[in-house]
Structure formats: C-alpha cells, structure tokens
C-alpha cells in the first residue's frame, strides 16, 4: 500500500471512509458486521479512516471507536466538528451549523471519548460556518493542538480564500473536497499556496472519487 502525509501523519493511500456504515445511504449495518469491514481494512494495509459526528449522530464515531481499539496507534482517525445538536422528541438531532470555538472545546471532549482516543489525529471543519470567523475556528484548533488534544487541522468543502486564511492562523494539513471524473469542479481549490507567505504544503482528501454507489451500478 503507497503512503501519503498528512502533516506529520504518514498513513495508506487509500483510506475508508466510514459514514454509510450507520448513516447517511439507507439504514445502518449491522454493528458486528461493520467492525469486521473495518477491522478487516486495518488488517489488509488501511491505516486511514472517516468519520463525524454528525453521522448518526455519533453513532459512526462510536463504531470506528469500538472497531480500531485493537489498532491503536497503528492508524490515523480523522473525524469533524461544526454542527450542533440537540435532544428533541427523545433523539439528538443536528440543528444547524456551529463553529463557535466554545463549542469547538466542547465538540473535541466528546470525539475523544466516543472514539477512545487521547489525540484526535485530524480533526476537520466539516463545513464552514458563516457566522464564525475562520480565523476563531483555526484559532480554537491551534489552542486544542497545543493541549495535545488533535494532532492536525484539517477543512472540508471550503473556498481557496478561506483556506488561506484559517492557515495563516493555524496550518491546514488536509482539505477534504469531493472529486471525481463527474464532478471536476473544485480543481480550482488545489492551487491554494502561496498564500500569506506560507508554502506549506496542503493535502486533498478525495471522497467519493468513483462517485457514491457507481462501482455497484446504483448511482444514488
């Protein structure tokens, strides 16, 4: 398996990303059956996995938790904060984007436990806020790094100019962005450096590079 790295994070090529195991493309799979799956790419050379916790919710952050315990130390997690959630009618529920950095702090502790970590390894924005400055959310980050709490800093389906500027605050390892041969359009963001004097190099995370369910002839 070739290697790729993210930051000081060296990890597989290809990675799997986990959220249709207990959310998003039907109903959840079985729990046992989906450690399995993940257990069976850590065992054949994956050393990459995705998760968030607005997939379930927490539900998917849990299960990766459960299933890489016997890895620990031998694979990168990365999952992503930026949603806030409430309990209504007995349920969590995601209500709306939230990247205050007062619920960053809170957003980190949760992650942590759910996937037994003591270090978050990439710790993306899974979308930006529009009422948060990036600079408060790279700030809250760079904070949570110093604490030794998440290892890099990573952004998802974000504008080039808005990249550069959380980096100028806090470098940005990895920028998560759909491609694939349907959907070109983001190749814009790739030319992101140099920007505010850094040339730093910025990893581009692709999910969804076949296009979600194509390889299974079920284009969702």
Known sequence: MQKRKLGNLEVSAIGLGCMSMSFGYGPAGDKQEMISVIRGAAERGVTFFDTAQVYG????????????????GKVGIATKFGFKFEEQD??????????????????VEGSLKRLQM?????????????????EEVAGAVKDLIQQGKVAHFGMS?????????????????AVQSEY???WKRPVSRFRLFPASGSTAPVEI??????SPADLAGKKL
């Open 57 to 72: 919710p927490f539900a998917n952050e849990e299960l990766v938790g459960d299933a890489l315990a016997p890895f620990r």
């Open 90 to 107: 007995g349920a969590t529920r995601n209500v709306g984007l939230d990247s205050r950095p007062e619920t960053i702090r809170q957003a």
């Open 118 to 134: 003591e270090r978050i390894d990439l710790f993306y924005q899974h979308r930006v806020d529009p009422n948060v400055p990036i």
């Open 157 to 173: 389906e974000a504008a080039a100019q808005t990249i550069r500027r959380a980096h100028a605050v806090q470098p940005v390892a």
């Open 180 to 182: 694939s041969l349907w």
């Open 205 to 210: 995370l692709v999910p969804s590079s076949c």
